[in-house]
């Protein structure tokens, strides 16, 4: 079962969120802050992220450096109320940009993708 | 190989910077003077050298570059005379930077008028820690690199699975490893020897699995853009037949694809961004064109590309200029087909090229109109749900690559 980490510091969010994608079969383990965000990875070794820009201590895009910079290859999805901040040259750094809305689809649909995603880190065998 | 005027008689360089030209002898001071003082800044404990690698230019381009005042040392290489071509260039750049013995080499374009000290920083840096390939991002108008967001940026990404925003951008750095493996290609067609060498380079780096990353380059490129429907010449067909040429080769690594993933970004916090100068596109002229082609391509059209999409080109080219379309999804399949005809070498390929530039410029057509009331940031959602589109059609690229022969 694939592990999905939602960092995001509203509540209700978690919540709604963690319902929804355990219902698409995902084990949801959510955090209200970006604080250890490093060391919650390291523990729990999600499978992918989901990660709110603008949360009250901490900006999403910052720890989204912070988390390349550790684990460059996990899938982080970055999930924002606002469009405006894929204007920022650092969310290019995100496996996929959702802007949120009560309806999850995008975001589900996103979240398979970015599990499903593969690209080979070494050439073919019968090349050189 | 190459001619040679090196009057420090350099026998070793941690760093290079390359400069390949072809008649620049008007603008190649800049990159020079750019590159000398980024050296200097951010790599005094290096041994650093700014080769010039021409093809032999007749305006006084190496007078223009052995007379640039700088502190770091300079070597002229060109090939022979009658050897045209960026990629020749390149390759000996590539020779000369391995008897070198460099770890590192930067390339930056000899027209580039906004490079600043601070590119050689950016496209060299990385390459001393953990990376062997850099790309560059930079802001460009929304009408420049009608090639690169409709052709190279979509297909790579959605081929190779790498998210690598300007794979033709022209200024890169790359590992001395990777200059090795470079010279070891088997593959230096005529059209890599000449435009094609920038978008080989890309791929070939992903190919080996090279990490890579995009360095943030800070100000917009300036150089010489051009209206494209003006004067596409051989860049088209050499670009994009050097895609092609790739994807046959490496078919093994890209069928194994799934999506595209992120690549690393280097360099930011670089102050404000600079917006980029305006680029003029003919609209009219380019309905004109891709009209036009039916009346030359038509029948071979109706060969190339399935029933399906032939008559959605059909319908296409009823619309009026006010009201043209050219969807995303039906060029991203169009272009798949074209691909599969390449490969299977029906007609021959150059012609097969030849007539894949009325539906470029059709696409263009209606990209440019849809962009038209955008900002750069809007164009860049675009061109991003552009990707998405190619990437959802991969299903059908294998298919098509597999099935058809």
Redesign the interface.
């Known amino acids: 079962m694939k592990k999905i980490l939602i960092v995001d510091d509203e509540e209700v969010i978690r919540m709604l969120y963690a319902e929804e994608l355990e219902d698409e079969g995902y084990k949801v383990i959510t955090s209200g802050t970006g604080h250890r965000l490093i060391e919650i990875i390291q523990e729990e070794r999600p499978d992918l992220v989901v990660l709110d820009i603008k949360m009250a201590e901490h900006n999403g895009l910052d720890l989204l450096?912070d988390i390349?910079k550790e684990f460059?290859?996990i899938p982080v999805i970055l999930c924002s109320a606002y469009s405006t901040f894929?204007?920022d040259?650092?969310s290019?750094?995100?496996?996929y940009y959702v802007v949120k809305s009560a309806d999850l689809s995008e975001l589900k649909q996103k979240i398979k993708?970015?599990l499903?995603?593969?690209?080979?880190?070494?050439?073919?065998e019968?090349?050189? | 190989m190459y001619i040679e005027e090196d009057p420090h008689n350099i026998k070793a360089a941690d760093l290079v910077v390359g400069i390949p030209s072809y008649n620049e002898a008007g603008l190649i001071s800049c990159p020079t003077e750019k590159a000398s003082e980024g050296l200097v800044k951010y790599f005094g404990d290096k041994n650093s050298v700014i080769i010039n690698c021409d093809n032999n230019s007749s305006d006084g381009t190496r007078q223009a570059f052995m007379n640039t005042s700088t502190e770091v040392p300079k070597i002229y290489l060109s090939t022979p005379p009658g050897v045209k071509g960026k990629g020749n260039n390149l390759r000996n750049l590539f020779r000369k930077s391995r008897d070198l013995g460099a770890q590192a080499i930067v390339v930056v374009d000899a027209d580039l008028k906004s490079i600043t000290p601070r590119w050689i920083k950016n496209l060299a840096e990385p390459l001393f820690e953990d990376f062997g390939f850099v790309a560059p991002?930079y802001v460009r108008h929304k009408y420049d690199g009608t090639i690169t967001n409709n052709i190279a940026y979509p297909i790579i990404r959605s081929v190779?699975?790498?998210?690598v925003?300007q794979p033709i951008g022209g200024d890169f750095g790359f590992s001395g490893e990777l200059a090795e493996?470079y010279l070891?290609q088997a593959d230096w067609a005529p059209s890599v020897a000449e435009f094609g060498i920038d978008i080989w380079m890309t791929t070939t780096a992903m190919?080996?699995?090279i990490p890579i990353c995009?360095s943030?380059m800070g100000r917009p490129k300036v150089h010489k853009p051009k209206d494209p429907g003006e004067s596409l010449g051989p860049m088209f067909l050499q670009v994009v037949g050097t895609i092609f040429d790739m994807m046959i080769k490496n078919v093994?690594?890209w069928k194994?694809?799934?999506?595209?993933?992120?690549?690393?970004?280097f360099g930011?916090g670089l102050g404000e961004m600079e917006m980029p100068p305006p680029v003029e596109v003919d609209v009219e002229r380019l309905y004109d064109k891709f009209q036009a082609g039916f009346a030359d391509y038509n029948t071979i059209w109706g060969k190339l590309i399935s029933a399906n999409l032939y008559k959605k080109l059909g319908e296409v080219k009823t619309l009026s200029l006010t009201n043209f379309e050219f969807p995303a999804n039906l060029w991203a399949e169009i272009l798949i087909d074209f691909a599969v005809a390449y490969k299977n070498g029906l007609n021959n390929k150059k012609k097969i090229m030849e007539t894949l530039i009325p539906l470029y410029y059709g696409r263009t057509c209606s990209f440019v109109i849809e962009l038209e009331p955008m900002t750069i940031?809007q164009a860049?959602?675009l061109i991003e749900d552009q990707c998405g589109v190619f990437e959802h059609a991969k299903p059908y690229l294998l298919k098509r690559w597999f099935d058809t022969k």
């Open positions: 450096q390349r460059y290859n894929k204007g040259l650092k290019i750094a995100a496996d993708m970015a499903e995603g593969h690209v080979p880190t070494h050439p073919p019968n090349e050189a | 991002l190779y699975g790498r998210r925003r493996i070891n190919c080996h699995g995009q943030y093994e690594f194994e694809v799934r999506w595209s993933k992120p690549t690393a970004i930011f940031q860049e959602d």
